[in-house]
């Protein structure tokens, strides 16, 4: 509480009435429940490609194989206030606590925001994976991502070799990446760009290049392919990430379930008590989450020139 609480020359709050972006990590993760401490997935390698048998004889026996087992440690944010007894008294708590709860509810849905996009944030470093274990041990955005299930270590990538700035290239390059992705065997999957996030300074350059009818900034009158194709028809432009031009597309992976998640533990509640010893009224928000990846190939980014 401030002194300017308790003057009366104080006749509006400016500054806590300010619109907010809507709610944009759940259109980037999948939103998950939990009724668990914890969670944890495992990768499933699959299965090897059919062998030739000798007639009569004996068919070659194989068993699925378990990868790294990402797990996800739901935290709990809180935050707190008080109103002292002599407000109360005086009659000013209610407009004062309402004012406060209004705020603690917007410092929750922004810290979402933040843990949510500090994925994104470290995406291209693998000593900070968010606030999960990553169980391939490299960063979620990488060229060197293993493949170990069919026998032979090899690699894939959900970024280019050499990082680009967002263009009408580079998005058609990233788009023949991901539909070449494979399975932890090393064979084909179909999978497919869904959205670009980008920050909110590469907006109006992500709108030209996939929405224009034709090509962007070519004297070519050949047609926007990306836009004919259906291809990466939503744009999310995000003001949370630090890095302005890095880019972002979100797979089919993680609209499936299995790339990006957000897990809800527990919602956003305000409680409210009084202190004996006080007589101080009291006000908190606890909530209950975790977010990070399990399988990389539900993103795949760039971070820019």
Same mark, same amino acid.
Not at 288 to 298: A, E, M, Q, T, W
């Given at each position: 509480?401030?002194?300017?609480?308790m003057?009366?020359?104080i006749?509006?709050?400016?500054?806590?009435?300010?619109?907010?972006?809507?709610?944009?990590?759940?259109?980037?993760?999948?939103?998950?429940?939990?009724?668990?401490?914890?969670?944890?997935?495992?990768?499933?390698?699959?299965?090897?490609?059919?062998?030739?048998?000798?007639?009569?004889? #004996?068919?070659?026996?194989?068993?699925?194989?378990?990868?790294?087992?990402?797990?996800?440690?739901?935290?709990?944010?809180?935050?707190?206030?008080?109103i002292?007894q002599?407000?109360?008294?005086?009659?000013?708590?209610?407009?004062?606590?309402?004012?406060?709860?209004?705020?603690?509810?917007?410092?929750?849905?922004?810290?979402?925001?933040?843990?949510?996009h500090?994925?994104?944030?470290?995406?291209?470093?693998?000593?900070g994976?968010?606030?999960?274990?990553?169980?391939?041990?490299?960063?979620?955005? #990488?060229?060197?991502?293993?493949?170990?299930?069919?026998?032979?270590t090899?690699?894939?990538?959900?970024?280019?070799?050499? @990082?680009?700035?967002?263009?009408?290239?580079?998005?058609?390059?990233?788009?023949?990446?991901?539909?070449?992705?494979?399975?932890?065997?090393?064979?084909?999957?179909?999978?497919?760009?869904?959205?670009?996030?980008v920050?909110?300074?590469?907006?109006?350059?992500?709108?030209?290049?996939?929405?224009?009818?034709?090509?962007?900034?070519?004297?070519?009158?050949?047609?926007?392919a990306?836009? @004919?194709?259906?291809?990466?028809?939503?744009?999310?432009?995000?003001p949370?990430?630090?890095?302005?031009?890095?880019?972002?597309?979100?797979? #089919?992976?993680?609209?499936?379930?299995?790339?990006?998640?957000?897990?809800?533990?527990?919602?956003?509640?305000?409680?409210? @008590?009084?202190?004996?010893?006080?007589? #101080?009224?009291?006000?908190?928000?606890?909530?209950?989450?975790?977010?990070?990846?399990?399988?990389?190939?539900?993103?795949?980014?760039?971070?820019?020139?």
């Amino acid at each position: 509480m401030t002194p300017a609480d308790m003057r009366v020359g104080i006749k509006k709050w400016f500054g806590d009435v300010y619109n907010d972006y809507p709610q944009l990590y759940s259109r980037i993760f999948k939103i998950v429940s939990s009724n668990r401490s914890y969670e944890e997935d495992a990768l499933f390698s699959g299965l090897p490609l059919l062998q030739e048998k000798d007639e009569a004889g #004996s068919v070659n026996y194989v068993t699925g194989k378990q990868g790294y087992t990402p797990r996800y440690d739901h935290i709990e944010m809180a935050l707190a206030f008080q109103i002292s007894q002599n407000l109360i008294d005086d009659g000013v708590a209610l407009n004062v606590a309402e004012r406060l709860s209004k705020g603690l509810a917007r410092s929750s849905r922004l810290t979402d925001e933040i843990l949510a996009h500090q994925v994104l944030n470290r995406a291209f470093t693998a000593s900070g994976l968010g606030l999960m274990v990553n169980g391939d041990g490299v960063a979620l955005c #990488s060229t060197t991502h293993p493949i170990r299930g069919n026998g032979v270590t090899t690699t894939f990538a959900n970024k280019p070799v050499t @990082d680009l700035d967002l263009s009408e290239a580079a998005l058609e390059a990233a788009l023949i990446d991901i539909g070449n992705m494979v399975d932890d065997r090393g064979n084909r999957i179909y999978v497919t760009g869904q959205k670009l996030v980008v920050n909110i300074n590469e907006q109006f350059n992500a709108h030209r290049i996939l929405k224009s009818t034709q090509r962007v900034a070519t004297t070519d009158n050949d047609a926007n392919a990306m836009k @004919d194709m259906g291809m990466l028809s939503e744009v999310i432009a995000t003001p949370y990430t630090t890095d302005t031009d890095a880019w972002f597309i979100v797979t #089919s992976v993680t609209e499936a379930g299995d790339g990006l998640k957000f897990y809800n533990r527990k919602d956003a509640v305000i409680d409210s @008590d009084k202190d004996f010893d006080t007589n #101080s009224g009291k006000y908190k928000v606890c909530r209950r989450l975790s977010v990070g990846f399990s399988d990389p190939r539900g993103l795949y980014g760039s971070a820019g020139i």
